[in-house]
């Protein structure tokens, strides 16, 4: 299994601020994924970032507005800039399970955010 | 493109009792898995119950269990002696097997197990 933290855990923000949300877990990991779960939805996949490269976004997602930095192999962050409500959500990331990324995912906590 | 349907945003079950959670989901694929995610309040998600595609037997986890039909694309999970801590936001996930480890998540169902 992955124990995964991330930093806040909330957090309330006003529009046209950008904040960056840590993700640390406590084993090394090629991919990890950024999800945002919006109030009583589902999670939807925002990117996938793999250390060494570039993120790969999603449809609808862009990387001047959610830019992921990933500098190793256990820790990344995702900012969310300039802030709507509309980005009010809740934000994860995720890594693959160890043997193989099939299994399952283990998930953080998530970072709620509400945005004024 | 993959989709999953959760059709129940919310049940309710008495404590002791069966409950079963829907879900469907539309694929060409062949090749994938399926999972049944829990989510409890302001907690972590965890994995419940995963299935392969490609086997035919409905997995079980304990009181946890799958009616897996691949020709329907139903995937329904099944909750027995349903316990307190059984509360929890349920989601039904969709990976294939193309190497983009990308999941797909229903909308979820909202489960309060009742005392």
């Known amino acids: 299994s992955a124990v995964i933290s991330q930093k806040p855990s909330r957090d309330i923000c006003q529009r046209g601020t950008s904040l960056t949300i840590q993700c640390q877990v406590d084993?090394?990991?090629?991919?990890m994924f950024w999800y945002r779960q919006q109030p009583g939805q589902s999670l939807t996949l925002i990117a996938t970032?793999?250390?060494?490269?570039?993120?790969?976004?999603e449809s609808g997602f862009v990387i001047d507005k959610f830019p992921i930095s990933r500098p190793n192999l256990t820790f990344s962050t995702l900012t969310v800039s300039n802030m709507s409500p509309e980005d009010s959500s809740i934000y994860l990331c995720?890594?693959?399970?160890?043997?193989?990324?099939?299994?399952?995912?283990?998930f953080g906590p998530g970072t709620r955010l509400t945005v004024l | 493109a993959q989709t999953v349907t959760q059709s129940q945003p919310e049940m309710s079950v008495q404590e002791a009792e069966t409950v079963t959670l829907s879900c469907t989901y539309d694929?060409?694929?062949?090749?994938?898995?399926l999972f049944w995610y829990k989510q409890p309040p302001s907690r972590q998600m965890i994995l419940v119950i995963r299935?392969?595609?490609?086997?035919?037997q409905n997995a079980t986890e304990n009181r946890f269990s799958v009616n897996f039909q691949k020709a329907a694309k139903s995937f329904s999970l099944k909750i027995s002696d349903s316990q307190l801590g059984d509360t929890a936001m349920y989601f039904c996930?969709?990976?294939?097997?193309?190497?983009?480890?990308?999941?797909?998540f229903g909308t979820g169902t909202r489960l309060k197990v009742l005392a």
């Open positions: 995720s890594v693959p399970g160890a043997g193989s990324p099939y299994n399952e995912q283990f």
């Open positions: 084993s090394q990991v090629t991919m």
């Open positions: 970032a793999n250390q060494g490269s570039e993120a790969t976004y």
């Open positions: 694929t060409s694929e062949n090749n994938y898995y």
């Open positions: 299935q392969e595609a490609y086997k035919q």
């Open positions: 996930a969709f990976l294939t097997d193309s190497g983009t480890y990308k999941y797909i």
